[in-house]
C-alpha cells in the first residue's frame, strides 16, 4: 500500500467499520490492522459521486501485475461473499484490502510469502455506484 489518495462511499465505509467493530480474537484483529490503516487515510465520498474508476465494494476489476504483465480479474467482496475459485475477493484479504479505493492507472503493491506484487488497476468493468446500484 502507498500514500496515494484513496476513496470509499459512506455507505461501504458503514459496513467495514460496522464489520471491524464485531467481536474477535487478537490475532484476527491483528490481520484487519491493514484495513483500519486504509480506512482512516481514504476520503469518504456520498455514492453518488464517487468517480466511476473506482474500485468500492462489490466492483470487478481487471488487474495487470506489474513484473509478468499477467491480467487479472477480480471482484471486491465482502469476508462472507469470498469465493477464490470464482475471483471474488474478501476485503480483509492482504490483496482485497490493498485494492480498495484505488482508481484506473494506479499503482498498488501488497506483501506476498514470497516478497511484494505490485499490480496497475487496468479497468473497473463493473461499479455498482456507476451503475446506480447505491446499497450492494
Known sequence: ?????IYI?????DRLDRFLGLPRDEEQN???????????RAVV?????????????????????IDSSEEEVYTLVFPKDADADEGKISVTAPLG?????????DVFDWDV???????RVAKVLYQ????GNYDL
Open 1 to 5: 500500500m502507498n500514500g496515494k489518495k
Open 9 to 13: 462511499t459512506q455507505f461501504d465505509r
Open 113 to 119: 510469502p514470497m516478497g511484494r506484487k505490485c499490480w
Open 45 to 65: 465520498v456520498p455514492p453518488q459521486e464517487v468517480p466511476a474508476d473506482v474500485i468500492t465494494m462489490n466492483s470487478t476489476v481487471s488487474l495487470v501485475e
Open 97 to 105: 484490502t490493498a485494492m480498495l479505493g484505488y482508481r484506473v492507472g
Open 128 to 131: 455498482p455506484e456507476a451503475a
Open 30 to 40: 491483528s490481520h484487519l490492522d491493514a484495513l483500519r490503516a486504509e480506512l482512516a
